[in-house]
């Protein structure tokens, strides 16, 4: 069975510090995979938040460069964001995805086939 589990959620002061994980399981993490984090709050659609393609290069969203680090252990087929100032905004529900390919590496939440339940960031002002 092919699954992703995100870990490292929880609750934080504004200003803070989290890092969260994605554990691949099966066969998902290859050379060949995008892997990317997303965020979705209350209300609103899910948006992308960072990237890592095959050859590790690292795409950010606007709201979040600067301040937010991906990064990928494929030994250990880890994904991680490290999540630095973190603001009032910040605050969601982080997915981890997967896609298969070699073409293409994205923020868009479409591009995405592989899923995992997600992990809750509270952040508190």
């Known amino acids: 069975q092919v699954q992703l589990v995100e870990s490292g959620g929880g609750s934080v002061q504004a200003g803070g510090s989290l890092r969260l994980s994605c554990a691949a399981s099966g066969y998902t993490y290859s050379r060949y995979h995008c892997m990317g984090w997303f965020r979705q709050a209350p209300g609103k659609e899910r948006v992308g938040v960072a990237v890592?393609?095959?050859?590790?290069?690292?795409t950010y969203a606007d709201s979040v460069k600067g301040r937010f680090t991906i990064s990928q252990d494929k030994a250990k087929n880890t994904l991680y964001l490290q999540m630095n100032s973190l603001k009032s905004e910040d605050a969601a529900m982080y997915y981890c995805?997967?896609?298969?390919?070699?073409?293409?590496?994205?923020?868009?939440?479409?591009?995405?086939?592989?899923w995992g339940q997600g992990t809750q960031v509270t952040v508190s002002s």
């Open positions: 890592i393609a095959p050859d590790g290069t690292t």
């Open positions: 995805a997967a896609r298969i390919s070699i073409s293409w590496c994205g923020l868009t939440a479409a591009g995405f086939g592989y």
